[in-house]
């Protein structure tokens, strides 16, 4: 069970400004992988290098074991995209485009896409421009379905659509990576629909991974602990063990992979009064923003 | 699956290709109906007379013709692919990246060949009721800088819709403004003769010139 | 794949460039010669030049200037006209008594300019009839061609006149014509006192005279002298009805031919090339000018009426590669190209050197710039070898070219 992608020292820069360097990335065969970061964190760039659309400055990715810039006509027919805002060929039908598509992939499977298809309310000519966004997404879920690829990579996979599509995205794609063993490497803005979907995550904030391991192991291990202070005169930024930290008046908020026991004894032994004293239960978004700050 | 290729690109010019190819036949028909006209009123012989001594032009309507039907084809078939980026989905498909994009340029070549040879045709077969073959041979002369300026056009659109970056784009279009020019200048009928072999040849190497900004656009150059 | 096709994008952008800078340029900066035009004095036996200027100004060899009138005087047989209005035309001149229309009869005047001899010649023509007895010439409803036969065909209805061109192409073929004609020259227009029909050259590089009298094919071959090949035939019409046509060989010798007993007279003129060359030949009662002349110089040379040489004149001035906007073009461009030539009606790739080497030095200082700017942004030399190379052959304009198409590959 290889490695379906390796990022080696994936080093970018737009003009001078940094993206990121000797960036370390890996996605095993199987897991369902979600990229998650701040608008400007590299998200994109990593992406775009991933599909073959950017050259990194320095280092490479490997998909397969193949540069992902040279990659060969056999790989790629294994790697289902789905781009940004579900871009499709808008001037096709429905009809037209599967019939496009299913020219290029040998092990193409008609019957989930046109199964998707039969929910979708269009006419049989209505071209994809027509459609609305949630009933794009569809067609691009369907298209990706029928493909049958072994490794998906979704930009943002959520973008423009409403709680329903978004519901159906996730629970088909979920059926489709665990029943057949695919991988998915995957970004979304709206880190519920992630939360629902990965089983493996991957943050990353400016110019570097914070985290990448397993998504449970994550949420098991990142906590948040909210107390009050009884003065607000304290720097408790600066310990390594506080990987961030919310304060508004003397209301805490602390982000730490440490255990209840070990802060609680940290802040009596330093004496730090307090009270109200909790471990609060996260999800993915809080701990994501708990990890790499609000603002 | 270079049916499938061929079938998208069909869609996209379809339309557009018929129009022109049968704009063109009715453009090709006033064109003689004039020259009917000339012939009834002037007589043949005056008519001959003038294109043959008085450097009388009767076919310089068609002269950009051509030009535009290449230039319309080349958007009808690229700008579709790179609004919202789309030519990533063509870049993703399980083809060599180079080998899809000339598959697509051969198709739309094609397509403007068959037009163009047809436009052609009714102009040779309605010529020749009128004129004597030395005639209608001088003006096929005249009319192939005008074909090859269409394609001309065709392969510049290309290239210059795939471009990433606004300011090549600019500069290329000036390029190919006075590129395309140079298979346009203002002549005498058959003075391009001995300019023909030259301009085909550079007009053929231009079929492969788009692959150069599809690579930078695929190494994310802005 | 796309080495290749930024390639060609590179040679094209030199191509446009080495098309469109040098005619920017010498839009700016172009300035117009200014062309003498030489008289010949039957009175002074001598030359008088006319300068171009506002208002023109005339002198003679040794540049004596002479009025206006003094120099109309001087040469009677150009301004008689004028001279008569004024009075000043003089009763004698070399001992002949002077008739006004004697004057006027042997005044003739030809030019023969390259793009008339480089240019699409039309390949049908009108066989006018010679002798209709009407005053003046009509257009006929057919006109003929000579390939493999000569067809007449009517251009009303576009068919072939079978008897018509029976008759020619057997009368043609009687005096041994080898078919296709080669060339074929005449006056193809009813504005001309009579008609002589066409001269014409075979494939066998022989001389006819073709012209249609009362319907019927009037054919004469004129001797010509072993290997004379003719490449260009102006047909005159004068009015002293003395001669058919100038005539120019592939040798650039230049012929005359005769109405009477078709006599071939060569010109004792020598320099003049068809190619670049504008000739002009003026006749007069006393004297033949020709006139040779080209970007450069001009060559005149006067021969009596027994063809021989009297005397000649020279007066070359600067080309425009020597002159400033010359010379400071030759250091920036390596060469030129254009579409079009003043020598020539046919459009292709006219190449011209730029007249001068102080473009090397220019190159050399754009290899140079070149290759800091790789250093600057530390590329590999390997991949911009052929990038220099065209810098350094086709200098500013290779240099931009190599810029324009940003020579950035990965591998």
Same mark, same amino acid.
């Given at each position: 069970?290889?490695?379906?992608?390796?990022?080696?020292?994936?080093?970018?820069?737009?003009?001078?400004?940094?993206?990121?360097?000797?960036?370390?990335?890996?996605?095993?065969?199987?897991?369902?992988?979600?990229?998650?970061?701040?608008?400007?964190?590299?998200?994109t760039?990593?992406?775009?290098?991933?599909?073959g659309?950017?050259?990194?400055?320095s280092?490479e990715?490997?998909?397969y074991?193949?540069?992902?810039?040279?990659?060969?006509?056999?790989?790629?027919?294994?790697?289902?995209?789905?781009?940004?805002?579900?871009?499709?060929?808008?001037f096709?039908?429905?009809?037209?485009?599967?019939?496009?598509?299913?020219?290029?992939?040998?092990?193409w499977?008609?019957?989930?896409?046109w199964?998707?298809?039969?929910?979708?309310?269009?006419?049989?000519?209505?071209?994809?421009s027509?459609?609305?966004?949630?009933?794009?997404?569809?067609?691009?879920?369907?298209?990706?379905?029928?493909?049958n690829?072994?490794?998906?990579?979704?930009?943002?996979?959520?973008?423009?659509?409403?709680?329903?599509?978004?519901?159906?995205?996730?629970?088909y794609?979920?059926?489709?990576?665990?029943?057949?063993?695919?991988?998915?490497?995957?970004?979304?803005?709206?880190?519920?629909?992630?939360e629902?979907?990965?089983?493996?995550?991957?943050?990353?904030?400016?110019?570097?991974?914070?985290?990448?391991?397993?998504l449970?192991?994550?949420?098991?291990?990142?906590?948040?602990?909210d107390?009050?202070?009884?003065?607000?005169?304290l720097?408790?930024?600066?310990?390594?063990?506080?990987?961030?930290l919310?304060?508004?008046?003397?209301?805490?908020?602390?982000?730490?992979?440490?255990?209840?026991?070990?802060?609680?004894?940290?802040?009596?032994?330093?004496?730090?009064?307090?009270?109200?004293?909790?471990?609060v239960?996260?999800?993915?978004e809080?701990?994501?923003?708990g990890?790499?700050?609000k603002? | 699956?270079?049916?499938?290729i061929?079938?998208?690109?069909w869609?996209?010019?379809?339309w557009?290709?018929?129009?022109?190819?049968?704009?063109g036949?009715?453009?090709?028909?006033?064109?003689?109906?004039?020259v009917?006209?000339?012939f009834?009123?002037?007589?043949?012989?005056?008519?001959?007379?003038?294109?043959l001594?008085?450097?009388?032009?009767?076919?310089?309507?068609?002269?950009?013709?051509?030009?535009?039907?290449?230039?319309?084809i080349?958007?009808a078939?690229?700008?579709?692919?790179?609004?919202?980026?789309?030519?990533?989905l063509?870049?993703?498909?399980?083809?060599?990246?180079?080998?899809?994009?000339l598959?697509?340029q051969?198709?739309?070549?094609?397509?403007l060949l068959f037009?163009y040879?047809?436009?052609?045709?009714?102009?040779?077969?309605?010529?020749?009721?009128?004129?004597?073959?030395?005639?209608?041979?001088?003006?096929?002369?005249?009319?192939?800088?005008?074909?090859?300026?269409?394609f001309?056009?065709?392969?510049?659109?290309?290239?210059?819709?795939?471009?990433?970056?606004?300011l090549?784009?600019?500069?290329?279009?000036?390029?190919?403004g006075?590129?395309?020019?140079?298979?346009?200048?203002?002549?005498?009928?058959?003075a391009?003769?001995?300019?023909?072999?030259?301009?085909s040849?550079?007009?053929?190497?231009?079929?492969?010139a788009?692959?150069?900004?599809?690579?930078?656009?695929?190494?994310g150059?802005? | 794949?796309?080495?290749?096709?930024?390639?060609i994008?590179?040679?094209?952008?030199?191509?446009?460039?080495?098309?469109v800078?040098?005619?920017?340029y010498w839009?700016?900066?172009?300035?117009?010669?200014?062309?003498?035009?030489?008289?010949?004095?039957?009175?002074d036996?001598?030359?008088?030049?006319?300068?171009?200027?506002?208002?023109a100004?005339f002198?003679?060899?040794?540049?004596?200037?002479?009025?206006?009138?003094?120099?109309?005087?001087?040469?009677?047989?150009?301004?008689?006209?004028?001279?008569?209005v004024?009075?000043?035309?003089?009763?004698?001149?070399?001992?002949?008594a002077?008739?006004?229309?004697?004057?006027?009869?042997?005044?003739?005047?030809?030019?023969?300019?390259p793009?008339?001899?480089?240019?699409? &010649?039309?390949?049908? %023509? $009108?066989?006018f009839?010679?002798?209709?007895?009407?005053?003046? =010439?009509?257009?006929?409803? !057919?006109y #003929?061609r000579?390939?493999?036969?000569?067809?007449?065909?009517?251009?009303?209805?576009?068919?072939?006149s079978?008897?018509?061109?029976?008759?020619?192409?057997?009368?043609?073929?009687?005096?041994?014509?080898?078919?296709?004609?080669?060339?074929?020259?005449?006056?193809?227009?009813?504005?001309?006192?009579?008609?002589?029909?066409y001269l014409?050259v075979d494939?066998s590089?022989?001389?006819?005279?073709?012209?249609?009298i009362?319907?019927?094919p009037?054919?004469?071959?004129?001797?010509?002298?072993?290997?004379?090949?003719?490449?260009h035939?102006?047909?005159?019409?004068?009015?002293?009805?003395?001669?058919?046509?100038?005539?120019?060989?592939?040798?650039?010798?230049?012929?005359?031919?005769?109405?009477?007993e078709? &006599?071939?007279?060569? %010109? $004792?003129?020598t320099?003049?090339?068809?190619?670049?060359?504008e =000739?002009?030949?003026?006749? !007069?009662? #006393?004297?033949?000018?020709?006139t040779?002349?080209?970007?450069?110089?001009?060559?005149v040379?006067?021969?009596?009426?027994?063809?021989?040489?009297?005397?000649?004149?020279?007066?070359s001035?600067?080309?425009?590669?020597?002159r400033?906007?010359?010379?400071?073009?030759?250091?920036?461009?390596?060469?030129?190209?254009?579409?079009?030539?003043?020598?020539?009606?046919?459009?292709?790739?006219?190449?011209?050197?730029?007249?001068?080497?102080?473009?090397?030095?220019?190159?050399?200082?754009?290899?140079?710039?070149?290759?800091l700017?790789?250093?600057l942004?530390?590329?590999?030399?390997?991949?911009?070898?052929v990038?220099?190379?065209?810098?350094?052959?086709a200098?500013?304009?290779?240099f931009?070219?190599?810029?324009?198409f940003?020579?950035? %590959?990965?591998?």
């Open positions: 069970m290889g490695n379906v992608i390796e990022c080696n020292n994936l080093t970018h820069y737009y003009g001078k400004k940094m993206v990121y360097e000797n960036l370390n990335i890996h996605v095993r065969e199987g897991s369902i992988l979600g990229l998650l970061g701040k608008n400007g964190s590299g998200k760039t990593t992406i775009n290098i991933l599909n659309f950017l050259q990194p400055r280092g990715c490997l998909i074991g193949e540069n992902s810039q040279h990659l060969s006509p056999a790989t790629k027919s294994r790697i289902g995209i789905l781009i940004e805002g579900h871009i499709q060929y808008a096709m039908n429905i009809h037209q485009i599967e019939k496009f598509y299913a020219g290029f992939y040998p092990n499977k008609p019957a989930p896409y199964e998707l298809m039969s929910r979708l309310k269009v006419t049989p000519t209505q071209k994809i027509t459609m609305s966004c949630g009933q794009r997404s569809q067609v691009a879920l369907g298209l990706i379905l029928a493909q690829p072994d490794l998906l990579i979704l930009d943002d996979f959520s973008m423009g659509l409403d709680p329903g599509y978004r519901r159906l995205f996730i629970d794609l979920r059926e489709y990576a665990k029943s057949e063993y695919k991988t998915i490497f995957a970004t979304s803005h709206i880190i519920q629909d992630m629902r979907l990965i089983d493996e995550v991957l943050i990353m904030d400016y110019n570097r991974v914070l985290e990448q391991c397993p449970a192991d994550f949420m098991g291990s990142f906590k948040r602990f107390f009050e202070l009884e003065n607000d005169l720097n408790l930024k600066r310990e390594p063990f506080v990987r961030n919310e304060m508004v008046k003397n209301k805490v908020e602390l982000y730490t992979y440490e255990s209840k026991e070990f802060v609680q004894n940290f802040l009596e032994n330093h004496g730090v009064g307090h009270k109200w004293f909790r471990q239960k996260m999800g993915l809080d701990a994501f923003i990890l790499t700050g603002y | 699956m270079w049916k499938s061929v079938f998208k690109e869609l996209k010019i379809r557009f290709l018929i129009a022109f190819t049968l704009f036949i009715v453009v090709n028909g006033y064109l003689f109906l004039k009917q006209h000339g009834t009123f002037q007589g043949g012989t005056s008519f001959w007379y003038n294109i001594f008085m450097r009388y032009h009767y076919f310089d309507y068609f002269r950009y013709f051509p030009l535009l039907e290449g230039l319309v080349a958007l078939q690229y700008f579709p692919e790179t609004v919202h980026k789309r030519i990533k063509t870049f993703h498909l399980p083809l060599k990246e180079n080998n899809v994009l598959m697509m051969a198709f739309g070549t094609s397509c037009s040879l047809l436009l052609l045709l009714v102009f040779i077969s309605l010529g020749s009721l009128y004129f004597p073959s030395e005639m209608v041979y001088d003006a096929i002369v005249s009319v192939i800088p005008w074909f090859l300026a269409g001309v056009a065709y392969f510049f659109v290309a290239l210059i819709v795939l471009e990433p970056s606004w090549y784009r600019f500069l290329y279009s000036l390029i190919a006075f590129f395309v020019n140079v298979y346009l200048k203002s002549s005498l009928i058959s391009y003769g001995p300019a023909i072999p030259v301009l040849l550079l007009t053929i190497l231009m079929s492969i788009l692959l150069f900004p599809a690579y930078r656009f695929r190494k150059e802005m | 794949m796309e080495k290749i096709s930024r390639m994008l590179v040679l094209v952008a030199i191509l446009i460039l080495a098309i800078l040098p005619m920017l839009m700016a900066f172009e300035k117009p010669i200014k062309k003498s035009v030489v008289y010949y004095s039957c009175i036996e001598d030359f008088f030049i006319q300068r171009s200027g506002t208002p100004t002198e003679d060899c040794k540049g004596n200037k002479y009025p206006r009138e003094k120099f109309e005087q001087k040469t009677p047989m150009m301004h008689f006209q004028q001279l008569m004024s009075g000043k035309m003089p009763d004698t001149i070399r001992g002949k002077i008739d006004m229309r004697e004057i006027v009869r042997n005044r003739s005047f030809e030019r023969i300019k793009e008339d001899i480089y240019c699409p &010649k039309p390949k049908l %023509f $009108p066989m009839e010679s002798q209709s007895g009407r005053a003046s =010439l009509e257009l006929p409803n !057919d #003929f000579i390939t493999w036969r000569v067809e007449f065909l009517d251009a009303g209805t576009n068919k072939i079978e008897e018509k061109s029976q008759l020619f192409s057997a009368a043609l073929y009687h005096f041994g014509f080898t078919f296709p004609a080669t060339l074929i020259e005449g006056i193809p227009t009813t504005r001309k006192s009579c008609d002589e029909g014409i494939s590089s022989q001389l006819f005279h073709v012209k249609m009362k319907g019927k009037y054919v004469k071959k004129v001797d010509l002298p072993d290997g004379l090949k003719f490449k035939i102006s047909c005159v019409d004068f009015k002293d009805k003395k001669y058919y046509a100038y005539l120019i060989s592939e040798e650039n010798a230049i012929y005359i031919l005769t109405q009477d078709y &006599k071939l007279i060569k %010109f $004792p003129v320099g003049y090339n068809a190619e670049n060359c =000739l002009k030949i003026y006749s !007069d009662l #006393f004297n033949y000018n020709v040779v002349e080209d970007e450069g110089h001009t060559d040379i006067i021969l009596d009426k027994e063809y021989k040489k009297v005397v000649s004149y020279h007066e001035w600067p080309l425009v590669s020597e400033t906007e010359g010379k400071i073009f030759g250091s920036l461009f390596p060469f030129e190209l254009s579409m079009e030539n003043p020598n020539s009606i046919y459009i292709n790739f006219y190449w011209k050197g730029s007249g001068g080497m102080g473009w090397i030095i220019l190159n050399l200082l754009l290899v140079a710039v070149h290759f700017i790789l250093r942004r530390k590329a590999k030399k390997k991949g911009h070898a990038d220099l190379a065209f810098v350094a052959i200098g500013i304009y290779g931009l070219s190599v810029h324009l940003q020579n950035k %590959f990965f591998e």
